[in-house]
Structure formats: C-alpha cells, structure tokens
C-alpha cells in the first residue's frame, strides 16, 4: 500500500543551464536507512503518488527532476541523494548533482569546496570552483555494444552504439532529424521510434535492464565553441535541457574505446539549447573510464508544498 506524501513538503528549484532539479529537503517519505540502491527501489514501489506529485501538474511539469535528499549510506559520503522524474526513478543525473550542489550552499549546508554524494548507483564527487562551477567526478563508465542496428518505418536504418553512463543510453551520431532547437517534436518522434525499434529487437544492456535513453548527436552550431550538439529523450518523454552529464559520460565512453579522445582531453558538449558542459575522463581497467563533467546551476525558487487531502489532483494529474 503507498504512503501518502506528508501535509508539508519543502523543496529547492534550480536549474542546470536549463534543465530542471527540484530537491526536497524536508517532508520526503521515510525509506529507512540501507543502501541507496535498495532505498530507490523501495520509492520506486511504495512512493510513487509522492514522485508524481513532486514532478507532475499541477505542481510540475514533465521536465522537473526530483531529487529526494536523504542520509548517505556509504561512510564517506556527505549526503545522500535518489533521482526521480515523470516516469520513475533515475540511477544517476549529473546535472541533478550539479543542482543539488548548488542547492546544499544555498541552505549553507555545504562544508568546503567538495562533497562526497551517495547515489543508487554509487558514489560520485562534486567540486566547486570559485565561479560557482560544479565538477562532478561521475561512477565507472563503458560502452558494452557497437555498431548495433535497428529499423525504422520512417528512417530505414539506424545504427548506434549502448553504453552506461549512470543510465543505460543508446547513442546515434548524425542520423535523424537536424539537431535544432525547432525540431523538437520530430527529434522525440524519432528518438521515440528508435527506443520502441530497440525494445522490438530485444537489445538490452548487458545485464536485460532496459535502454531508457536515447541520445542523437551532430555537428554543433560554432565549431569554436562546442565540439558537438545533441538531443537526449529522457524515459517518461520529455527531453534533456541541459547537454545531459550522464549521456555525455556515456558519450566519452565511446569516443575513448573508438580512440578518439585521450585521457584528461577536454570534450564540450553543446544542448539543444546551445548550452555547453565540459568533460574529460580519466582511464580505469578495460575499457572502464571516470568521467569528470563540469556545468553551473542557478536556484530559482523555494517552496512549501500542501497537500489537501479533498484535492482531486494532489498526486498530479
């Protein structure tokens, strides 16, 4: 049986270069004090009015990301954190950490200069710099398919590369709709049709866990200022704002194993909305790297969230 949110929940807004983080700092549901892992899972069953309310109409809209703060469990962490949007819970977000970042020195709960975070998937390490920009250092990342291909009613075929990130993406370089701004509604056609395409074909990561995300790629719109632009559809429909830090570590992934970027070489990755993250990764065992993905983030409201239990949309609509 799910447990209704609490009558008062407090929340932070920011967003990452245009994309979304809503964090909730006080009033979040109790989920007991395990690994972060079992503690998304039990959201995910047990809470899912509470991810609605937080996320949809009226309160939100399909772009928000939540970001439920909780105790870390592993013992050097400073806090804990479980994303979450329109659909359901999310491994990992990296612009979601650079929003929490600049969050927890909003509520002056940030001790230093970096900060150690527990997330379901493993921990990661944020630095700030003086200018207020955040560097997340992300969890292990690796490509495990290349060259796999799809087809599409409309599009033929389309030919992309699985790789993790934080979150499962399937990556597509310069196939599809032109990756503007414009576009909008045939990118998410497109990236729609590629994800169904996938399911229909039984690609999966690795382990069978569904390929949630799907990321297009181009040429970016000033060659001097961004080595390349994309389009991230998130799963529940909605598309990234932000050039997506966990797709962009899944992207160097891929540009490591193919040669194409060395070590510690900087990689800037332009949005939808020409907006840049940097990254650079360093080498792990394999084929394995440890992505740092740097962006800023901009608190733009708090909040007080009521719930009245006669409201007929006080989970979302």
Do not use: K, W
């Given at each position: 049986m799910q447990e209704a949110p609490s009558t008062s929940v407090k929340v932070i807004d920011s967003h990452t270069i245009g994309e979304p983080t809503r964090v909730i700092f006080s009033g979040g549901p109790e989920l007991g004090t395990g690994p972060l892992s079992d503690r998304a899972a039990k959201f995910s069953a047990e809470h899912e009015d509470f991810r609605r309310a937080v996320c949809l109409e009226p309160r939100g809209h399909d772009g928000v990301v939540g970001a439920l703060l909780v105790e870390p469990h592993a013992a050097d962490c400073d806090a804990g954190i479980i994303f979450f949007n329109n659909r359901d819970t999310l491994g990992m977000c990296i612009h979601g950490t650079i929003g929490l970042v600049?969050?927890?020195?909003?509520?002056?709960?940030?001790?230093?200069?970096?900060?150690?975070?527990?997330?379901?998937?493993?921990?990661?390490?944020?630095?700030?710099?003086?200018?207020?920009?955040?560097?997340?250092?992300?969890?292990?990342?690796?490509?495990t398919h290349h060259g796999?291909?799809?087809?599409?009613?409309d599009h033929g075929t389309i030919t992309g590369d699985v790789a993790w990130g934080g979150n499962w993406f399937f990556l597509v370089d310069g196939?599809?709709?032109?990756?503007?701004s414009t576009n909008i509604h045939e990118l998410t056609h497109f990236c729609e049709s590629v994800r169904e395409a996938l399911i229909e074909a039984g690609v999966t990561a690795f382990d069978g866990h569904e390929i949630?995300?799907?990321?297009?790629?181009?040429?970016?719109?000033?060659?001097n200022t961004a080595d390349s632009r994309n389009f991230v559809l998130c799963p529940g429909g909605a598309y990234d704002r932000s050039p997506c830090g966990t797709g962009l570590s899944a992207k160097l992934a891929c540009l490591a194993a193919d040669g194409k970027l060395q070590p510690g070489q900087i990689w800037r990755q332009a949005s939808i909305l020409n907006q840049n993250f940097e990254a650079s990764y360093r080498q792990l065992e394999g084929e394995k790297i440890l992505p740092t993905v740097t962006g800023k983030a901009w608190i733009t409201g708090e909040a007080t969230f009521l719930f009245d239990p006669e409201d007929p949309f006080q989970f979302g609509v």
């Open positions: 600049a969050t927890l020195r909003y509520l002056g709960r940030l001790n230093g200069s970096s900060c150690r975070i527990d997330t379901p998937v493993g921990p990661v390490t944020a630095e700030v710099d003086p200018q207020g920009r955040v560097s997340v250092t992300n969890v292990p990342c690796f490509r796999v291909s799809v087809e599409l009613t196939q599809g709709p032109t990756i503007d949630d995300h799907i990321e297009l790629f181009g040429p970016p719109t000033d060659s």
